[in-house]
C-alpha cells in the first residue's frame, strides 16, 4: 500500500450560500442566465455536482434518474440559481485545487520541505527582539524546518540557576506538542490541543490529531562550549524522548521516507567524526565532573563559564550532539564531488549568493545532486531588513529546504503559501525532479532541468468581474477612502536557469516576470467591470514549477498598500468562472473574494 497524506477539507461546503455583495450577485445571476456563459467543461462540471444532490444535500437519485435529469438540464437555456450558489460556495467554485494527498513512500529527498529562516527573529535580522512566540508562529503555519541558534546560557551546575534551569525545561517542553501540528482547524481551542505529558509518558502517540505527524526538521546553529552542548544533549533526550530518531548503529546507507519519520524530529547539526577511545573517555569524565560539581558555588560556575567561552570561539560539535544528526547531517560544502557529496544523509547548506556560483558553475551536476540528496539553501547575511530571495529559482533546482525569512510578507513568502497551501508542510516534487526510490543505486549526472522535464508554452487570461468584503491595509480603517486595483504576475522559469547563465537579480524575490494590472475602482465591494488581464505565449513553463499571485492594492499617492493577496500554483489554478480566496496583507485568512473568470492552455 502506498503511503499517502490526505488533509481534511478545510472549504465551506455549506448548503446556504452566504450573503453576497450586489456586483458579485449581479454577475452571478448573468451566468445563472447564460448572459455570461459558463465554459463547456464547467458546465459539465456544474451538471456533474447538482445530479449528486450535493447541492441541496438530498440524498443521491438512482443513476438512471440522475443521467436524465443530468441530459435535460445539460440542454436547459438557464441555471438554477440556487444550484449554482451551493457550486459556487462549494471548494469546486474554488480558483485554487485542492492538493491532492501526497505519496509519502520516497526518500526525504524527493520532497520540498516548508522552511524558515532565523526563526526566533520577531523582525529584521539586525536588532530585532527574539521571541518562542515566532516559533510558534511558523509551525502553526506550516512549517516543518525551524532554525534555533544555541549559545552559552546558564549551567546547569550552577545552584542559583536551578530552578531557573528547570523552568526553561519545563516551558521548552509545553510548547513540544504545540511545535508539532501545522496549525489549527478554525475554531479549535487550546484545550483541544492539550496533549499529555511528554516527559512522563515518554510517547509521540499523544500529539494531536489528524494531521500533524509529519516529521520536522530542526535546523541548529551552535555557538555553545562543549559543557553547554551536553546539556543541549541532555534536554532534547529528556524532552523529546520518543520524538527523537534514534542514532544509527550502522553507517546511513539510504533516507528513509516521511512516512517512516511520523510524529518524528530531526536535528540538522553539523557532523563530527567519532572520536577515539581517549577522547571519548574525556568526555564521560568531563560529564562526571559536572554533575560532581552541581554544588558549587556559582561564582566558581561562572569563572569556568567564562574560560569555556574563550576556548570556544568557534564551537566544535561534540560527538553526542552530532550523533543526533542521523538523516541530517550537516557538512561543510566544498564541491559536488567530494566524498561528503555521496554521503546519503548529509545536507548541504549554501548561502543564495554561494548557491548561484554554483548554478553558473555546474549547473546540471547541482540539479542532479538535489534528486538524491538533501540541500538547504538561505538568504543573505545582508537581508538587513528581513526580506527573501525567490523560493522558486531554487525548487526549481532541486532545492528541498529553502528556508525564509517569515518576519516580512514579501514575494518570497507568497510564493512559498503557493506552493504548501493546504499541505502538511512536505510536497512531492514533480516525476522529473525525483531521485531513486529506496535501494536504488544513486548519484550525480549531466542532464540538466532544461532536459528533465518538458517546458510548454503558456497562455493564460484573467477577466476580473468584481471583489467582495475586500480587507484594507494594515492600519487603515476607512472602507469609503479604499481604491483597489488588481495586480496579477505570472512567476515563471526563466531561460538563464536552464542554461547556467548567470540570473537577472541573482535569484532576489521581486515581482512576477509578466504582470498587468486592472483599473481602479471604489470601496471594500468593488465592481472592477470585467477587465481582462493577459499573458499569451509565455515559453518556457513547467505548470508544477510556475505560480500566478494576485495582489490587491490601494491606489493611492505614493507607495500602493497592500491590502489583500493570493498565490496559487499554475497547476492548481482551475478554469472557469472561480473565487480567488483572499489572504490579508499579514497571511492570515480574511473574508475576501475575488470573482474571476480564467482561460488557461499549455502547448
Same mark, same amino acid.
Given at each position: 500500500?502506498?503511503?499517502?497524506?490526505?488533509?481534511?477539507?478545510?472549504?465551506?461546503?455549506?448548503?446556504?450560500?452566504?450573503?453576497?455583495?450586489?456586483?458579485?450577485?449581479?454577475?452571478?445571476?448573468?451566468?445563472?442566465?447564460?448572459?455570461?456563459?459558463?465554459? @463547456?467543461?464547467? %458546465?459539465?462540471?456544474l451538471r456533474a455536482y447538482t445530479s449528486t444532490g450535493q447541492s441541496h444535500g438530498v440524498p443521491e437519485a438512482s443513476s438512471t434518474a440522475s443521467h436524465a435529469s443530468y441530459s435535460d438540464t445539460l440542454q436547459s437555456p438557464s441555471i438554477d440559481i440556487k444550484d449554482?450558489?451551493?457550486?459556487?460556495?462549494?471548494?469546486?467554485?474554488?480558483?485554487?485545487?485542492?492538493? #491532492?494527498?501526497?505519496? %509519502?513512500?520516497?526518500?526525504?529527498?524527493?520532497?520540498?520541505?516548508?522552511?524558515?529562516?532565523?526563526?526566533?527573529?520577531?523582525?529584521? *535580522?539586525?536588532?530585532?527582539?527574539?521571541?518562542?512566540?515566532?516559533?510558534?508562529?511558523?509551525?502553526? !503555519?506550516?512549517?516543518?524546518?525551524?532554525?534555533?541558534?544555541?549559545?552559552?546560557?546558564?549551567?546547569?551546575?550552577?545552584?542559583?540557576?536551578?530552578?531557573?534551569?528547570?523552568?526553561?525545561?519545563?516551558?521548552?517542553?509545553?510548547?513540544?506538542?504545540? =511545535?508539532?501540528?501545522? !496549525?489549527?482547524?478554525?475554531?479549535?481551542?487550546?484545550?483541544?490541543?492539550?496533549? &499529555?505529558?511528554?516527559?512522563?509518558?515518554?510517547?509521540?502517540?499523544?500529539?494531536?490529531?489528524?494531521?500533524?505527524?509529519? @516529521?520536522?526538521?530542526?535546523?541548529?546553529?551552535?555557538?555553545?562550549?562543549?559543557?553547554?552542548?551536553?546539556?543541549?544533549?541532555?534536554?532534547?533526550?529528556?524532552?523529546?524522548?520518543? +520524538?527523537?530518531?534514534?542514532?544509527?548503529?550502522?553507517?546511513?546507507?539510504?533516507?528513509?521516507?516521511?512516512?517512516?519519520?511520523?510524529?518524528?524530529?530531526?536535528?540538522?547539526?553539523?557532523?563530527?567524526?567519532?572520536?577515539?577511545?581517549?577522547?571519548?573517555?574525556?568526555?564521560?569524565?568531563?560529564?562526571?565532573?559536572?554533575?560532581?560539581?552541581?554544588?558549587?558555588?556559582?561564582?566558581?560556575?561562572?569563572?569556568?563559564?567564562?574560560?569555556? $567561552?574563550?576556548?570556544?570561539?568557534?564551537?566544535?560539535?561534540?560527538?553526542?550532539?552530532?550523533?543526533?544528526?542521523?538523516?541530517?547531517?550537516?557538512?561543510?560544502?566544498?564541491?559536488?564531488?567530494?566524498?561528503?557529496?555521496? $554521503?546519503?544523509?548529509?545536507?548541504?547548506?549554501?548561502?543564495?549568493?554561494?548557491?548561484?556560483?554554483?548554478?553558473?558553475?555546474?549547473?546540471?551536476?547541482?540539479?542532479?545532486?538535489? !534528486?538524491?540528496?538533501?540541500?538547504?539553501?538561505?538568504? =543573505?547575511?545582508?537581508?538587513?531588513?528581513?526580506?527573501?530571495? /525567490?523560493?522558486?529559482?531554487?525548487?526549481?533546482?532541486?532545492? *528541498?529546504?529553502?528556508?525564509?525569512?517569515?518576519?516580512?510578507?514579501?514575494?518570497?513568502?507568497? %510564493?512559498?503559501?503557493?506552493? +504548501?497551501?493546504?499541505?502538511?508542510?512536505?510536497?512531492?516534487?514533480?516525476?522529473?525532479?525525483?531521485?531513486?526510490?529506496?535501494?536504488?543505486?544513486?548519484?550525480?549526472?549531466?542532464?540538466?532541468?532544461?532536459?528533465?522535464?518538458?517546458?510548454?508554452?503558456?497562455?493564460?487570461?484573467?477577466?476580473?468581474?468584481?471583489?467582495?468584503?475586500?480587507?484594507?491595509?494594515?492600519? /487603515?480603517?476607512?472602507?469609503?477612502?479604499?481604491?483597489?486595483?488588481?495586480?496579477?504576475?505570472?512567476?515563471?522559469?526563466?531561460?538563464?536557469? !536552464?542554461?547556467? #547563465?548567470?540570473?537577472?537579480?541573482?535569484?532576489?524575490?521581486?515581482?512576477?516576470?509578466?504582470? *498587468?494590472?486592472?483599473?481602479?475602482?471604489?470601496?471594500?465591494?468593488?465592481?472592477?467591470?470585467?477587465?481582462?488581464?493577459?499573458?499569451?505565449?509565455?515559453?518556457? $513553463?513547467?505548470?508544477?514549477?510556475?505560480?500566478?499571485?494576485?495582489?490587491?492594492?490601494?491606489?493611492?499617492?505614493?507607495?500602493?498598500?497592500?491590502?489583500?493577496?493570493?498565490?496559487?500554483?499554475? /497547476?492548481?489554478?482551475?478554469?472557469?468562472?472561480? +473565487?480567488?480566496?483572499?489572504?490579508?496583507?499579514?497571511?492570515? &485568512?480574511?473574508?475576501?473574494?475575488?470573482?474571476?473568470?480564467?482561460?488557461?492552455?499549455?502547448?
Amino acid at each position: 500500500m502506498v503511503a499517502s497524506y490526505d488533509l481534511p477539507d478545510r472549504s465551506s461546503t455549506s448548503a446556504t450560500p452566504p450573503p453576497f455583495s450586489p456586483h458579485v450577485l449581479a454577475y452571478l445571476e448573468a451566468i445563472a442566465s447564460r448572459k455570461l456563459p459558463l465554459p @463547456p467543461e464547467q %458546465l459539465q462540471e456544474l451538471r456533474a455536482y447538482t445530479s449528486t444532490g450535493q447541492s441541496h444535500g438530498v440524498p443521491e437519485a438512482s443513476s438512471t434518474a440522475s443521467h436524465a435529469s443530468y441530459s435535460d438540464t445539460l440542454q436547459s437555456p438557464s441555471i438554477d440559481i440556487k444550484d449554482l450558489l451551493s457550486y459556487m460556495t462549494s471548494p469546486q467554485g474554488n480558483a485554487a485545487i485542492r492538493l #491532492a494527498a501526497q505519496d %509519502l513512500s520516497y526518500p526525504i529527498s524527493n520532497y520540498f520541505i516548508n522552511s524558515s529562516h532565523n526563526t526566533y527573529l520577531t523582525g529584521n *535580522q539586525l536588532y530585532s527582539e527574539s521571541s518562542t512566540d515566532a516559533y510558534k508562529n511558523v509551525l502553526l !503555519r506550516g512549517c516543518r524546518c525551524i532554525e534555533i541558534d544555541v549559545w552559552d546560557g546558564d549551567t546547569k551546575s550552577s545552584s542559583d540557576n536551578e530552578e531557573k534551569w528547570e523552568e526553561r525545561k519545563h516551558r521548552f517542553q509545553s510548547h513540544l506538542h504545540r =511545535s508539532t501540528s501545522p !496549525r489549527h482547524s478554525k475554531g479549535s481551542s487550546d484545550k483541544d490541543h492539550s496533549p &499529555a505529558d511528554a516527559s512522563t509518558t515518554g510517547e509521540s502517540s499523544s500529539l494531536p490529531t489528524p494531521w500533524n505527524d509529519l @516529521p520536522i526538521i530542526v535546523s541548529l546553529e551552535v555557538h555553545a562550549g562543549k559543557d553547554q552542548q551536553e546539556i543541549m544533549v541532555e534536554i532534547m533526550e529528556q524532552i523529546w524522548k520518543g +520524538f527523537l530518531v534514534k542514532p544509527a548503529t550502522d553507517e546511513c546507507e539510504s533516507l528513509p521516507s516521511p512516512g517512516e519519520l511520523r510524529k518524528k524530529i530531526l536535528i540538522k547539526v553539523k557532523y563530527a567524526a567519532p572520536e577515539k577511545v581517549a577522547s571519548r573517555a574525556t568526555t564521560t569524565k568531563g560529564r562526571m565532573h559536572r554533575k560532581k560539581s552541581a554544588s558549587s558555588s556559582s561564582s566558581d560556575s561562572d569563572n569556568q563559564g567564562s574560560e569555556d $567561552v574563550k576556548k570556544n570561539k568557534k564551537s566544535s560539535i561534540i560527538e553526542p550532539l552530532s550523533a543526533l544528526g542521523v538523516y541530517t547531517r550537516s557538512y561543510h560544502f566544498k564541491d559536488l564531488w567530494s566524498p561528503e557529496a555521496s $554521503v546519503p544523509c548529509h545536507v548541504f547548506s549554501l548561502s543564495e549568493k554561494k548557491f548561484m556560483a554554483v548554478h553558473e558553475s555546474h549547473g546540471p551536476t547541482l540539479f542532479s545532486h538535489n !534528486r538524491n540528496y538533501l540541500m538547504r539553501a538561505f538568504p =543573505s547575511g545582508t537581508r538587513v531588513t528581513s526580506s527573501n530571495l /525567490d523560493p522558486s529559482v531554487f525548487w526549481r533546482k532541486g532545492v *528541498q529546504i529553502v528556508a525564509l525569512n517569515w518576519q516580512k510578507y514579501d514575494a518570497g513568502i507568497m %510564493l512559498n503559501e503557493g506552493m +504548501f497551501a493546504d499541505s502538511a508542510g512536505w510536497v512531492l516534487k514533480p516525476k522529473e525532479y525525483r531521485g531513486q526510490r529506496q535501494g536504488q543505486k544513486t548519484g550525480v549526472s549531466d542532464e540538466s532541468q532544461a532536459d528533465a522535464i518538458a517546458h510548454k508554452t503558456l497562455s493564460l487570461s484573467i477577466e476580473i468581474l468584481a471583489g467582495q468584503n475586500l480587507p484594507l491595509p494594515i492600519g /487603515d480603517h476607512k472602507p469609503l477612502g479604499f481604491s483597489p486595483y488588481v495586480k496579477c504576475e505570472v512567476h515563471v522559469e526563466k531561460p538563464e536557469e !536552464r542554461t547556467g #547563465a548567470a540570473i537577472e537579480g541573482d535569484g532576489k524575490s521581486k515581482d512576477g516576470e509578466y504582470k *498587468q494590472k486592472s483599473k481602479t475602482s471604489r470601496g471594500v465591494n468593488p465592481d472592477f467591470g470585467g477587465e481582462t488581464v493577459t499573458f499569451s505565449n509565455v515559453p518556457g $513553463v513547467v505548470e508544477e514549477m510556475s505560480f500566478v499571485r494576485f495582489k490587491i492594492q490601494d491606489d493611492e499617492i505614493g507607495t500602493d498598500d497592500l491590502a489583500a493577496w493570493a498565490c496559487i500554483r499554475l /497547476d492548481r489554478l482551475r478554469a472557469g468562472f472561480r +473565487f480567488v480566496r483572499l489572504l490579508n496583507a499579514v497571511g492570515d &485568512a480574511s473574508q475576501g473574494l475575488l470573482l474571476v473568470k480564467v482561460e488557461k492552455s499549455l502547448v
